[in-house]
């Protein structure tokens, strides 16, 4: 019975977590969406989800900015994945997020990658994604017409962000788009830091949900 009640605990946090984020849609103050790769200064509102994407120019120094070969670029593909940004030089290159709210926030955040042979090489990377000095997690792809992202909920001491990719030798580390959202502090209170994604469930749809909206 215990084992019930913690599991309706998790889906009742997951879907008010859903919610929350689609009801802050319209304001965008305690948003940070980049497209990685794209023109350095530019930014779109994505059609799809009405979210505001900015270049990655702002947040890092040095990369290579890509585009997907043509035959990868589906029309269903999310328009952030479709350019991205590499990094053939230093063992490790680190994104600088500063949320405008800054630390003592608990924070929602998602790095995406999408390979799409951008490189004509056909030889998909793999590499370690750190959150600070603490390893996020191993981005292992396996296929080049795949969408792959790693997720965690983090309550910030700082009013940094620190987001490093890392190469494992295993090909040119790379990115496509990082994504966060500020939570209601009183979301998903733990005694721990970070949490880590593992699983979501969507009840009653058999629709695709986004929790970043």
């Known amino acids: ?5 913690s599991f309706y ?4 946090l997951h ?19 980049i497209d990685c ?10 059609k799809k989800t009405g979210l505001i994407y900015v ?10 900015s890509g585009e997907i070969l043509p035959e990868y670029n589906y029309g269903t593909i999310d328009l952030p994945l479709t350019t991205l940004q590499s990094f053939p030089q230093n063992t490790r290159n680190c994104y600088t997020l ?20 951008y490189d004509s090489k056909d030889q998909p990377p793999q590499f370690d994604v750190y959150l600070g000095a603490d390893i996020w997690c191993a981005v292992g792809i396996s296929d080049s017409s795949v969408d792959y992202f790693c997720e965690l909920i983090h309550l910030a001491s700082s009013d940094y962000i620190h987001i490093c990719l890392v190469n494992t030798g295993h090909g040119n580390p790379f990115i496509s788009a990082i994504e966060l959202r ?8 733990t005694r721990s830091t970070t949490l880590f994604r593992d699983a979501s469930f969507s009840f009653g749809s058999n629709e695709r949900v986004r929790s970043d909206i």
């Open 9 to 12: 605990t998790v889906c009742i």
């Open 55 to 64: 270049s990655d120019a702002g947040f890092i120094e040095g990369g290579v």
């Open 15 to 33: 879907v008010a977590l859903t919610l929350a984020m689609v009801h802050a849609q319209d304001d965008q103050s305690g948003f940070i969406s």
């Open 98 to 117: 500063r949320p405008e709210q800054g630390k003592n926030n608990r924070y929602l955040i998602r790095v995406r990658f999408l390979y799409g042979n």
């Open 1 to 5: 019975m215990k084992m019930l009640r």
């Open 182 to 189: 500020l939570l209601d502090i009183t979301m998903y209170e």
């Open 37 to 46: 790769g794209i023109p350095k200064g530019s930014k779109y509102t994505d």
